[in-house]
């Protein structure tokens, strides 16, 4: 029924332009018609000051938490030395982090991420101690 009543106005308008030969009437014509129903309508005119409101002072208490927290991870361990061994402890530890899956096989941890056990997998490569230490 909008649909209607805004063709019905936009041929209206359509045959202004044609008339006055200027496009600047659009906001004007197109303001007028929506303010006079929002003035109109007490509850739009409540919406309008309430909404902008409530995202203000609940959404960042309550769902404006853009934290990553609690990613389940599988590991696939292929060095086995204690500078690895300590990645994965400091990484278990963390809130951030939650060890599902430790194997040899990154075939396997993948098909963990496939089942939906795990959304991302911690490959540490063979020479991962020596290779840090050389570096340091």
Not at 7 to 29: A, D, G, H, P
Not at 68 to 84: R, T
């Amino acid at each position: 029924m909008t649909l209607f009543f805004l063709i019905v106005s936009w041929r209206k308008f359509n045959l202004r332009l044609l008339k006055n030969r200027t496009y600047e009437n659009l906001k004007v014509f197109i303001g007028k018609r929506n303010s006079g129903k929002i003035f109109r309508n007490p509850a739009i005119i409540r919406l309008i000051f309430a909404m902008p409101a409530i995202q203000l002072i609940i959404l960042p208490m309550v769902a404006a938490d853009y934290e990553v927290k609690n990613v389940e991870i599988a590991v696939v361990d292929q060095d086995h030395s204690p500078y690895s061994q300590q990645l994965i402890s400091k990484t278990q530890g963390s809130d951030y982090f939650e060890l599902t899956e430790f194997s040899d096989s990154y075939q396997q941890s993948l098909e963990t991420v496939e089942r939906d056990k795990a959304d991302l997998v911690l490959q540490i490569p063979s020479g991962f101690e020596r290779n840090l230490i050389k570096e340091k």
